[in-house]
């Protein structure tokens, strides 16, 4: 099972919106509504932030959502903050009974 | 307090066995499908295994399959994973994540996770 596709960097400045993709096939994003998104800080574990697509877990801010269409899905994150700035990984179940991984994006907050 | 608490992770040769083990508290970990997920040093995520809530279905990674084993204790509120025939593509951190939903296992996402225990093959 080959990693979701993501960008590898994308960065922007405080109060501006980003949009991170994430790239599969119709064996896995473009197959289910089970698309997550995690955040990982440097030496921390990952946090849930999007599951099913589109659905904010309790205590996760409003800034963050998520979309897919077709094989791709999208996390933005609108407002930016310094606090925002960390690793993310989307993941989908996949056709196989697996889960797969994004090969992760790096957001800079400039 | 939802948590859960990885141990068993050290510096372990080609060709060994290790067994992780995970605590949980705090939850009905009885209802509860929990994966472990591996990071590389440097790396991304990548996903290890899952085990549903009463252990009955199991599914693995083609890069682990036929070595690793899942398995839980409902009774000791944990998680294990046995881990043999151990190679260097293995080291990692290894992390135990529950599923966000009751009796759920790829849906509602890994909504509580631990803190790593680091597994070194050399």
């Known amino acids: 099972q080959s990693a979701l596709t993501q960008p590898a960097s994308v960065s922007g400045s405080p109060g501006q919106s980003i949009t991170i993709s994430c790239t599969g096939t119709s064996s896995d994003v473009g197959g289910y509504k089970y698309v997550s998104w995690y955040q990982q800080h440097p030496g921390k574990a990952p946090k849930l932030m999007i599951y099913d697509v589109s659905n904010r877990p309790s205590g996760v801010s409003n800034r963050f959502s998520g979309s897919k269409s077709g094989n791709t899905a999208s996390l933005t994150i609108s407002g930016l903050q310094a606090e925002d700035e960390a690793d993310y990984y989307c993941s989908s179940y996949t056709s196989s009974s697996t889960l797969v991984f994004g090969g992760g994006t790096k957001l800079t907050v400039l | 307090q939802v948590q859960l608490v990885e141990s068993g992770g050290g510096v372990v040769q080609p060709g060994r066995s290790l067994r992780l083990s995970c605590a949980a508290s705090?939850?009905?970990?009885?209802?509860?499908?929990v994966h472990w997920v591996r990071q590389a040093p440097g790396k991304g995520l990548e996903w290890v295994a899952v085990?549903?809530?009463?252990?009955?279905?199991?599914y693995y990674a083609d890069s682990v399959k036929g070595r690793f084993t899942i398995s839980r204790d409902t009774s000791k509120n944990t998680l294990y994973l046995q881990m043999n025939s151990l190679r260097a593509e293995d080291t990692a951190v290894y992390y135990c994540a529950k599923s966000g939903g009751n009796y759920a296992l790829f849906y509602y996402g890994m909504d509580v996770w631990g803190q790593g225990t680091t597994v070194t093959v050399s």
């Open positions: 085990i549903s809530y009463d252990g009955s279905d199991k």
């Open positions: 705090g939850f009905t970990f009885s209802s509860s499908g």
